[in-house]
């Protein structure tokens, strides 16, 4: 008994603040994405929400789609922690899975339709995946993956009239699937905001893929942060040339939610129809790798006629070269830098503009706007460290670390493997395996190894061990540091 009372003397006496002022329904509600969808569709109906060549839906129409889904897979037997995989190109369907499979309480594991039957049927192994909503035209790839598996993976085709069509493979089509759903499905937001919403896998170059989890959490704050770190506005039109399997096509699905703006689907990453979607559209904003806009600004100059708007575009992958800046400018497109990888929820840093770069020359504004920048607003830590000691760099844009975050933008961990997770949150930060300087700016630059550049043994270690780089096999790459 005097433990007892020693140990309840020493317990800290709560704050003015604390006492009597509990979580309650009133004042207390689980950060989530889904929140974005309903309160669109209630305040904007009828807005156009997502495009798809001949297709047309108003987030009205769309919000009823995505618990039309909702439902028809809890009716299936999806719930909380149940995965369902998706095999899709940016089309409408793939939209939806983005609020419909989370609305169950199930996990949605977006899958790179680039990857090879082996790797898809180790993810949909590894994630117990229970439905499967896939493209006809992947059938070939998820044929080969299902004969590779033991575990039943019940299949939703989605036939799609702007695609090159293909075998069915599933017990369901999707339109039929979704019709036996309810539009007012009354789904719930997660219990915890800490639960997992997404699987995304990404493969190093070596060994099997990991399973990087996502929480509602995360996910509602980067949305929210793709909007104040790219100075979005309301109603955006927004084109996806970035792949929504990726990161979650960088949260933008439910970023697009959020500002009430439009989704303009797009299966392939021509010229002709980029262009031809941007001027007819109107899109405002898009995301692409550099390859993406040196594509652009080579097209031909009489597919870029009648584009007269201000077109905005998020880079990613390597810092953009001189020529693509300039010729972004050229053609009156505004680029911005970014930089993440999949366990930070796609990007978790920018390449922050200030004014008086517009005065510098295109070499004075190509050396500031390729560094990848400073952390993103939801985003709580990003420096780069000696890997061995836990210690800052000095800001001196010689001395070479790795880049490292924490935060709420940072994954939950990797399914199946604490060891990995341990590894990779080592020391309270998220290690991503870049090496990089810190300039006297403070902000971070990923830099070549090269004789001018000082290079710790921890930090070189560190790179060598749990290297995070892209392989070159792009059929292979799930792109995770891009």
């Given amino acids: 008994m ?3 009372h020693r140990a309840a003397d020493t317990m800290p006496t709560p704050s003015l603040y604390d006492r009597d002022l509990d979580r309650n329904p009133a004042n207390y509600a689980p950060l989530t ?24 839906y108003t987030w009205a129409e769309t919000y009823a789609r995505t618990r039309r889904l909702a439902s028809a897979l809890a009716r299936a037997g999806i719930g909380k922690g149940d995965t369902v995989a998706a095999m899709l190109s940016n089309t409408p369907e793939m939209v939806e899975c983005h609020f419909g499979v989370p609305m169950t309480g199930g996990v949605l594991n ?10 898809i049927a180790f993810m949909l192994e590894h994630g117990e995946a229970k439905f499967l ?4 035209e992947f059938a070939p790839t998820i044929e080969k993956a299902l004969a590779k598996i033991k575990r039943k993976v019940m299949v939703i085709d989605v036939v799609d009239s702007a695609g090159p069509g293909g075998e069915r493979l599933g017990e369901f089509d999707y ?21 997992a919403i997404s699987l995304n896998y990404t ?12 929480h509602h959490r995360g996910a509602y704050l980067n949305a929210l942060s793709n909007i104040i770190d790219w100075g979005m506005p309301r109603h955006a039109v927004y084109l996806w040339t970035l792949p929504m399997f990726h990161c979650n096509g960088w949260c933008f699905p439910w970023t697009i939610a959020a500002l009430a703006g439009t989704n303009v689907c797009l299966r392939r990453v021509e010229a002709k129809p980029v262009l031809d979607a941007i001027r007819t559209h109107k899109v405002t904003h898009y995301c692409g790798a550099p390859i993406v806009h040196a594509m652009l600004i080579n097209a031909p100059d009489e597919l870029k006629e009648g584009i007269t708007q201000k077109v905005n575009c998020l880079v990613a992958a390597a810092a953009p070269p001189a020529s693509v800046i300039e010729g972004m400018e050229r053609i009156g497109f505004d680029i911005t830098h970014v930089y993440g990888l999949t366990e930070t929820y796609g990007p978790a840093a920018v390449c922050a503009k200030h004014a008086e770069w517009d ?7 190509t050396e500031r706007n390729g560094r990848q920048g400073v952390r993103y607003t939801c985003e709580e ?10 210690h800052p760099v000095p800001w001196d844009g010689e001395t070479m670390g790795e880049i490292m975050f924490r935060g709420n933008i940072t994954m939950k961990g990797y399914l199946k493997n604490p060891a990995a997770s341990a590894e990779a949150f080592a020391g309270g930060w998220f290690h991503s395996g870049d090496l990089a300087v810190m300039q006297p700016d403070g902000y971070i630059k990923i830099k070549d190894r090269s004789k001018d550049v000082i290079i710790s043994p921890a930090a070189r270690t560190s790179a060598r061990s749990r290297s995070r780089t892209c392989c070159t096999d792009t059929r292979r790459c799930s792109q995770r540091r891009w």
């Fill in 203 to 214: 493969s190093g170059t070596t060994g099997n893929p990991k399973g990087v989890v996502y």
């Fill in 381 to 390: 830590g990003m420096t780069v460290m000696d890997a061995e000691t836990m």
């Fill in 110 to 119: 977006t899958l790179n339709t680039r990857l090879d039957g082996e790797a």
């Fill in 175 to 195: 339109e039929k699937f979704i019709a036996g759903g309810d539009p007012e499905y009354p789904w719930h937001p997660p219990g915890d905001e800490w639960d």
């Fill in 33 to 56: 994405p889904l929140s974005f969808i309903a309160r669109t569709a209630y305040i904007w109906p009828q807005q156009l929400g997502v495009v798809h060549g001949d297709r047309r």
């Fill in 133 to 136: 909503v896939t493209d006809t």
């Fill in 2 to 4: 005097a433990v007892s």
């Fill in 359 to 365: 005065t510098l020359d295109i070499a004075g504004r």
